[in-house]
């Protein structure tokens, strides 16, 4: 297995199975300090900084806390605009990087280009971490995802996983790569115009990934051992930011998961993960049904980076 120390983060097509299960470990021994709200010091040394060029409130902040909870430092910025990134000068990826590597001990970097991150890991020698990159991938979240999974269901293997929304998604891009290293199927739902593009298809055919198309959730949901959802109804993740209109479009019930659709047709066992913010695809009272565990998600997603962070920054190996 490849060392972590001084590694980026920026995408899962290369994590091999032995690397998920070793960050899933560092996060289970460092997991006590978060449940139990205590800080350690094992990073009192080290910095973190994070530049997020889109806005973010579970990414950025759980990386903080993460960074806080061992003890270290955060600075960082939320707006580009408020940078030199984001007025007059559209200062460049090379040129901001190259400077924040001097600020900093790990870099995470949210940014509406895709392939951003990799540019910006370019020209720091210090660990960058892809906290999403246009429709590219989002990994830190499925790492999080993944690691909610094998807490609730023990294993990573052997599971259906029913995706639906849009799948031009970053998460849905790194969650694919990442099946490939289990034994799972995953069942992929979402609107014709939102489909799998024919090149990544390509590149999870390639990597053996075994999944099957679905036009409809209502028909496959009792196949499913986790149902992961995203919005089809939602922000151009390629804008640095989009406002929300006066009209919004409602989800079409093909890419909705409901309370009675979960009593009359989904397993019992089967867990539902969404990464949020949510729009009408997932309504507010499938929070209170056996199937939720989006809030478990919010907590992992500290315990997750916080080992993440401990083995980029060599304290943990
Ligand atoms: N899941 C996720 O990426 O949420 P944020 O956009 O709030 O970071």
Redesign the pocket.
């Known amino acids: 297995m490849r060392s972590f120390i001084g590694r980026d983060i920026l995408s899962l097509r290369d994590f091999s199975r032995d690397e998920f299960f070793r960050m899933f470990q560092v996060a289970d021994d460092l997991r006590p300090f978060a449940r139990d709200r205590r800080n350690t010091d094992l990073l009192k040394h080290k910095t973190l900084l994070t530049a997020f060029y889109q806005p973010?409130?579970?990414?950025?902040l759980s990386h903080e806390a993460a960074m806080h909870r061992l003890g270290g430092h955060v600075l960082g910025f939320s707006d580009s605009k408020m940078t030199r990134a984001g007025d007059f000068y559209q200062e460049s990826i090379k040129d901001t990087f190259h400077m924040l590597e001097y600020y900093a001990d790990v870099i995470a970097i949210r940014h509406f280009q895709q392939g951003a991150p990799h540019e910006a890991a370019k020209w720091a020698s210090v660990p960058v971490i892809n906290c999403?990159d246009g429709w590219g991938e989002?990994p830190t979240?499925v790492l999080t995802d993944l690691y909610t999974i094998l807490h609730e269901k023990g294993t990573l293997d052997g599971l259906t996983y029913l995706l639906v929304g849009d799948m031009r998604m970053r998460t849905m891009h790194s969650i694919l790569y990442a099946l490939s290293q289990f034994d799972a199927k995953a069942i992929v739902v979402g609107p014709p115009d939102m489909s799998l593009l024919p090149e990544f298809k390509a590149e999870i055919d390639a990597l053996n990934v075994d999944y099957e198309e679905a036009g409809d959730v209502r028909d496959v949901i009792d196949q499913a051992d986790i149902i992961y959802m995203e919005p089809v109804v939602q922000a151009d993740y390629t804008a640095s930011r989009e406002e929300r209109g006066s009209q919004v479009g409602l989800t079409p019930p093909e890419y909705c998961v409901t309370r009675e659709l979960l009593r009359d047709k989904a397993r019992r066992s089967s867990i539902i993960l969404h990464?949020?913010?949510r729009m009408d695809e997932l309504l507010p009272d499938v929070d209170g049904t056996r199937h939720q565990r989006y809030w478990a998600e919010a907590f992992n997603g500290v315990a997750l980076k916080m080992g993440m962070l401990a083995l980029v920054l060599g304290a943990a190996e």
């Open positions: 973010s409130t579970r990414t950025r999403g989002h979240q990464s949020l913010p």
